[in-house]
């Protein structure tokens, strides 16, 4: 799963489990469009790791 523009950016952290996560600002509520790219990351890689927080 790859997610590019105003989105959080997801990439794949290993073969078979995790995805790092970047460009979401966790001190700030997220929006809809945000909230449902993290489930779905969540739910595919089932851990995530975000980075340059």
């Given at each position: ?14 073969s ?10 966790l ?27």
């Amino acid at each position: 799963m790859e997610v590019s523009g105003m989105s959080p950016s997801v990439r794949k952290l290993t073969s078979r489990i995790g995805a790092v996560i970047e460009g979401v600002d966790l001190a700030a509520e997220p929006g809809g469009e945000t909230s449902a790219v993290l489930r779905d990351a969540l739910n595919e890689h089932k851990v995530l790791v975000f980075d340059r927080v």
